[in-house]
């Protein structure tokens, strides 16, 4: 189907796929393509398991015909899915507060990669070389799209009130033409001291140039950016927001959303403190990574879930 176009002809073209591929297991991903899938597996010669998955936290935050879609699956989900997958214990709970069965609820968070995502001291100068700073430059940086939700506006009121810190900013929509981003650092008087990166794929070497990474969401799941930057051995500040602080445990700092001084706080806290303990706390972070969220733990939950619905 078409972006925003719910065409049913889309729903016979998957079943004909369904048919002819004959799945063992339909695994679809967010709420719209989880009715799809299961309509169309129930119109298939073999009918396969559906799995959905859910990727947001705060319903209340997407689109009208999202949040009809999210409570029309909420009434199903007792009868359609095998099994229903979120990344995140707040997104359980949210759910299940929605009206989402919770027997059928499974949290696989998300996994990440350690070969790619790692310290990098190579990567670190390199990068700082890029942009004009010295290895001694203290540099905080938030990796995120131009969106509302990742409250890049309050990052910005708290770098206001870190005159010696630099910020790197990354992410699509994150460019100098963005004419509302532009203003924002006028207003705050930090264009100097933000460099605006855009869309990188490289993703793992602006992260090895930071000395602490920010999340200042108002609404997460599971925060990508962070666990890729703690795989990287960069400690972390990050809001209270989805499973932002279950994720950073002990190896950073956590904050209330929307609070630019206590934003700025724990930021300062981390990039004032001595180069040694924030190397400790680093190592800490890719070890919290390695034990609870790798890309090998992620894996071997999938196939275990697919297992277990194959089985049933």
């Not at 910020?167 to 001291?193: F, H, I, M, Y």
């Not at 630019?260 to 001595?274: I, K, M, N, Q, Y």
């Amino acid at each position: 189907m078409r972006h925003g176009v719910a065409d049913p002809r889309g729903i016979l073209r998957l079943r004909a796929w369904l048919r002819a591929t004959r799945p063992d297991v339909v695994h679809s991903w967010m709420y719209h393509a989880n009715l799809a899938s299961s309509l169309a597996a129930r119109g298939a010669r073999r009918a396969a398991p559906v799995i959905w998955a859910i990727h947001h936290t705060d319903v209340a935050r997407t689109k009208p015909l999202t949040r009809i879609t999210a409570r029309i699956s909420a009434a199903l989900s007792s009868r359609w899915p095998a099994a229903v997958v979120v990344v995140a214990e707040a997104a359980r709970r949210s759910h299940v507060a929605l009206g989402f069965d919770e027997k059928r609820m499974v949290v696989i968070p998300n996994g990440f990669d350690l070969d790619t995502f790692k310290p990098d001291p190579d990567g670190r100068a390199q990068v700082r070389s890029e942009l004009g700073l010295t290895a001694t430059t203290p540099v905080a940086g938030v990796l995120a799209r131009f969106d509302p939700d990742k409250d890049l506006r309050t990052f910005l009121d708290a770098l206001g009130l870190m005159p010696d810190a630099v910020a790197l900013l990354a992410g699509p929509g994150v460019t100098d033409d963005n004419v509302q981003l532009r203003s924002w650092l006028a207003e705050r008087n930090v264009a100097t001291r933000c460099r605006l990166l855009g869309p990188r794929t490289d993703p793992e070497r602006v992260l090895a140039a930071l000395d602490v990474a920010v999340s200042s969401s108002v609404s997460e799941a599971f925060p990508t950016a962070v666990g890729e930057a703690m795989a990287c051995g960069v400690p972390c500040v990050v809001t209270d927001v989805g499973d932002s602080a279950l994720v950073v445990g002990d190896t950073g700092r956590v904050v209330p959303p929307r609070d630019p001084a206590a934003l700025a706080a724990g930021v300062t806290d981390l990039l004032h403190s001595e180069p040694e303990a924030r190397a400790d706390l680093g190592d800490a972070a890719r070890r919290r990574i390695a034990e609870h969220y790798s890309l090998e733990a992620m894996a071997e939950r999938y196939e275990r879930l697919y297992r277990e619905v194959l089985a049933k």
